[in-house]
């Protein structure tokens, strides 16, 4: 199964229970309480979603590592580039 099938039957599955707990299809006579919070809880699951991501993705840019040989040999591999087209008579 791929990740997407696997999220995708994750979501339906949590989507058939806040419908079920919501609109109280199986008649199980929960709490007022119970109801009043499962109304909003989509959308505060959403947004609890992009303040992860949000966070993940400062992360991995504040803990992003250089790469200090991969960096010299490119700027070595461009300088080789450079020479090699100005003797093919292109100018930069």
Do not use: H
Not at 61 to 68: L, R
Request: with cysteine; proline share 4%; aromatic share 10%.
């Amino acid at each position: 199964m791929t990740k997407l099938a696997e999220w995708l039957s994750g979501l339906t599955l949590l989507g058939v229970l806040w419908a079920a707990v919501t609109f109280d299809l199986l008649g199980l006579d929960l709490p007022e309480a119970v109801l009043q919070v499962s109304w909003p809880l989509p959308v505060f699951l959403l947004v609890a979603l992009g303040c992860y991501s949000l966070a993940t993705v400062g992360y991995r840019v504040a803990t992003f590592n250089d790469c200090q040989p991969a960096a010299a040999e490119l700027q070595r591999q461009i300088q080789e580039a450079r020479t090699d087209l100005q003797g093919k008579g292109l100018r930069f």
